[in-house]
């Protein structure tokens, strides 16, 4: 057996997966898609089913010692359970991810909050490698992230640490599928760039991505929301420093690496 390592991304649309060295290079990468709208027992048996297809075609040197896999949601990380999860993948929540893939490949599996390990996956081999304490915040159709201390991830008593999309921006104000209002996520995602595009351009319809590209060719209401979006999002990083005050902010995610 190789002391390579499977690491999964499951998400609502896609299961990336790539084989990766010790010293964190992506040797072979898989991309399936998935159907969040078709709910958890479906997404898992897509993981399920992606997983043991690739285990098959990889030759003997290539067998992974283990798998480890990141999900949208709170995850036990003891016992690889979604704790809670927004209703973005319908009845995700309570899903036991690391027994139902052990079950499934005979490999010891580790999951834990995709916010978790871009973060730690950062700390270990990427923008922050070297450093003690960093913050990751991933914008794109949300916000997320997630903190290394000292080389811990902080996943808090409940499994909330990290969850920085989800801190007050603003009192009382626009909802947020976690049910909170005001959240920074709801201010600084590509989905709350293409909302106040809509409330600044009538008639217009589109996605983040549009807006970019009109202010990209001069027009001013566009780069009005994208500097709107960059305040909060600076207001959210200057809050997270005040608490923490770490080494590093690394910012990444769809928007934030949008020309």
């Not at 898989?30 to 709910?39: L, Q, V, Y």
């Not at 976690?178 to 351009?201: D, F, K, N, P, W």
Request: some cysteine; hydrophobic content about 45%; proline content about 6%.
């Amino acid at each position: 057996m190789s002391e390579l390592a499977l690491g999964v991304d499951i998400g609502g649309t896609k299961i990336l997966t790539g084989l990766v060295a010790p010293d964190g290079r992506v040797l072979r990468q898989w991309r399936t898609p998935t159907d969040a709208s078709r709910g958890g027992p479906a997404v898992m048996e897509a993981v399920e089913q992606a997983l043991q297809g690739i285990l098959t075609e990889l030759p003997p040197d290539e067998r992974p010692l283990g798998v480890g896999v990141c999900a949208a949601g709170q995850v036990d990380f003891a016992t690889g359970r979604i704790a809670y999860a927004s209703p973005n993948i319908p009845g995700w929540a309570g899903t036991p991810v690391k027994a139902r893939l052990e079950t499934a490949l005979g490999l010891p599996v580790t999951v834990d909050n995709d916010g978790n390990a871009a973060a730690y996956g950062e700390w270990w081999a990427g923008a922050g490698k070297g450093l003690g304490d960093i913050v990751m915040l991933t914008v794109g159709t949300g916000v997320g992230g997630g903190i290394v201390l000292g080389g811990e991830v902080l996943r808090g008593g409940r499994f909330r640490g990290g969850e920085v999309g989800h801190m007050i921006l603003v009192a009382d104000g626009e909802p947020c599928n976690c049910g909170q209002r005001g959240c920074l996520e709801v201010y600084a995602s590509g989905t709350a760039i293409a909302r106040l595009a809509r409330q600044h351009m009538p008639g217009w319809e589109g996605a983040a991505p549009d807006v970019f590209e009109l202010a990209a060719q001069g027009e001013a209401e566009a780069d009005f929301v994208l500097a709107n979006a960059a305040r909060n999002l600076a207001l959210g990083l200057v809050s997270l420093g005040s608490v923490l005050d770490p080494d590093r902010f690394i910012v990444g995610g769809g928007v934030a690496s949008a020309p």
